[in-house]
């Protein structure tokens, strides 16, 4: 479900191991979710279940079997970007109800991105669908789409990097961060791209191959270069221009240093899609058998003594991958 790019065998000098051991373990401010929708399969014919903590599993029919990659917002709305570039909207997903999926519809101004829309991520106040228009073999210049969800307005950037196989993340400033590769530095890192600014100027942030972030923006998590996946204070992570919220101004209720965790690879996989849920208190990671046998959800929460690995799941079907997103 999506592209991959090869990874250096060690981080970067003055990249961090983990978050600073004296960062308070204490849980983020908002409650964490409790439901995570998991879309198991390969992009022509997935599935979608939804696993609450209990364990139990329950099915969601899906607007076409060919559908790639999904993604929520607080609400509890689910979006489905398709195999062939089409966007679905659904929900707020509550209890049993059908989604009841309808088509988004994007208007270009300027005509349509030369590549279909891939990597479907929804803000999250449910109002804008950020989705990537790229050629990632060819490896040339993208477009980042920006598409209303409901007028279907669309506003198309280029990205002058070459695309790289991972979603991008919503500042709460409306700014983004997208995984992009710098050909000259042949580096893979976070692009930090305003697109009401006068010049949607690009600048790599840090090394990393896949970001999530809290809807606040205070806690993010990240895809390193030598492998594991890093969660903790954005502002740790991204540095003072991307994290803490974007920018904005400090909010009293989080702590300065949001808890932190550090997620090595179990024997035998490699990490996939991931997701971080809204109040920045769990991180999902699906883990990629290196034997390309069935997949793995791990889940994992920072409890009153520290980080907590919760009970793993088997990915629905046997699939070998799935993309996951965080509901309430």
């Known amino acids: 479900m999506a592209a991959t790019s090869a990874r250096p065998s060690a981080p970067p000098p003055d990249w961090p191991s983990a978050p600073p051991s004296s960062s308070p373990l204490t849980p983020p401010a908002a409650t964490p979710a409790t439901r995570l929708a998991v879309l198991a399969g390969n992009p022509r014919d997935a599935r979608l279940h939804v696993v609450d903590d209990s364990g139990e599993i329950t099915p969601i029919p899906l607007p076409v079997a060919a559908t790639a990659w999904i993604s929520a917002d607080l609400a509890g709305r689910l979006q489905a970007t ?10 707020p997903l509550v209890g049993d109800n059908e989604p009841g999926w309808r ?42 789409v920006l598409v209303d969800v409901g007028t279907g307005a669309s506003t198309t950037l280029r990205v002058a990097a070459w695309p790289d196989g991972a979603a991008p993340a919503w500042l709460p400033d409306r700014r983004l961060l997208l995984v992009a590769r710098d050909p000259a530095r042949d580096l893979t890192g976070l692009v930090l791209v305003n697109p009401a600014g006068p010049d949607p100027a690009l600048r790599f942030e840090r090394e990393a191959y896949g970001i999530a972030l809290s809807a606040d923006g205070w806690v993010a ?54 997701a971080l849920d809204p109040s920045g208190a769990r991180l999902a990671v699906t883990w990629l058998d290196d034997t390309e046998g069935p997949a793995t959800v791990g889940r994992y929460r920072v409890g009153s003594d520290g980080p907590v690995s919760e009970d793993p799941l088997t990915v629905p079907n046997g699939a070998a991958t799935a993309v996951l997103a965080w509901l309430p």
């Open 82 to 91: 398709t195999a062939d570039g089409r966007l679905f909207l659904a929900g």
């Open 103 to 144: 088509e988004i519809d994007p208007t270009y101004g300027g005509g349509p991105p030369a590549a279909p829309l891939s990597f479907g991520t929804l803000s999250p106040d449910g109002r804008t669908v950020a989705a990537l228009a790229a050629d990632f073999a060819a490896g040339t210049a993208f477009d980042l």
């Open 221 to 274: 998590a990240i895809d390193r270069a030598d492998g594991r996946l890093a969660a903790g204070a954005s502002r740790f992570l991204l540095g003072d221009e991307a994290g803490a919220g974007g920018g904005n101004s400090p909010d009293p209720s989080r702590p300065d240093d949001p808890p932190g965790l550090l997620v090595t690879a179990p024997r035998g996989t490699t990490p996939g899609p991931f």
